[in-house]
């Protein structure tokens, strides 16, 4: 497609569910970018790919967070064992290759833990 | 540690009068600094970068920013302001040799008429 897609959109889900958020990048996209965004701030690092290899994700908050990309170009973003505190809007972005500043973003998936 | 800071979190205007938002940064080397725009429902728009070349930047919609390393600063300017630029401006810097983007806490531009 012609732009970063997320799906799905919006999901709600029970406190200790497990959800997997999609992220389909721009096609040719090297490097694949996860975010999560609280309510009144600014996005934050959760962890990003080069192809198939997870470079950082040091932005993970705990070992509920998961994510892969194993063909080098979707990517899955996994939480296990939802908590309220994990509800927010999360953010999938791409590049062309490592190093090149600028990224694309996608238009979220709200997540929403009851 | 690389970290940005955006003065004011609500700034308003009139239409037709100059905009003015205020970003500055913290770095321990040369930084690559973003702005992007957020309109409601829907993604993150890059409006212009700063990678060392230039310290005037130009970007999309009219807007521009000025890198001040004396200052630390990176506002990001308008002339004139339209109603379609009500909405929400993230300034950004890259953390030092990763690719990963490190956002301020963003400034709401409300534009009345």
């Known amino acids: 497609g012609a732009g970063v897609s997320q799906s799905p959109r919006y999901k709600v889900t029970k406190r200790g569910q497990d959800v997997a958020l999609r992220c389909d990048p721009i096609?040719?996209?090297?490097?694949l970018y996860w975010y999560r965004q609280a309510l009144g701030q600014g996005p934050e690092f959760l962890t990003y790919f080069n192809y198939e290899a997870q470079q950082d994700k040091s932005g993970l908050p705990n070992d509920r967070f998961s994510a892969e990309r194993p063909e080098g170009s979707i990517s899955t973003l996994t939480i296990q064992r939802t908590e309220q505190r994990d509800s927010a809007m999360y953010r999938c972005?791409?590049?062309?290759?490592?190093?090149?500043?600028?990224?694309?973003f996608g238009p979220g998936t709200r997540l929403t833990v009851l | 540690a690389q970290s940005v800071t955006q003065l004011d979190s609500h700034v308003s205007v009139s239409e037709g009068t100059p905009v003015l938002l205020r970003c500055n940064y913290s770095?321990?080397?040369?930084?690559?600094l973003f702005w992007y725009v957020q309109h409601p429902n829907k993604g993150l728009q890059l409006l212009l970068k700063?990678?060392?070349?230039?310290?005037l930047v130009k970007g999309i919609n009219g807007f521009e920013a000025e890198f001040k390393k004396s200052e630390t600063s990176f506002h990001l300017t308008k002339p004139s302001a339209h109603m379609s630029d009500a909405a929400e401006y993230f300034c950004v810097v890259t953390s030092y040799n990763t690719d990963k983007l490190i956002f301020g806490t963003g400034t709401r531009l409300q534009v009345f008429p």
């Open positions: 096609s040719g996209h090297v490097s």
């Open positions: 972005a791409s590049s062309l290759a490592p190093g090149i500043n600028e990224q694309f």
């Open positions: 770095s321990s080397y040369s930084p690559s």
């Open positions: 700063y990678t060392s070349a230039a310290t």
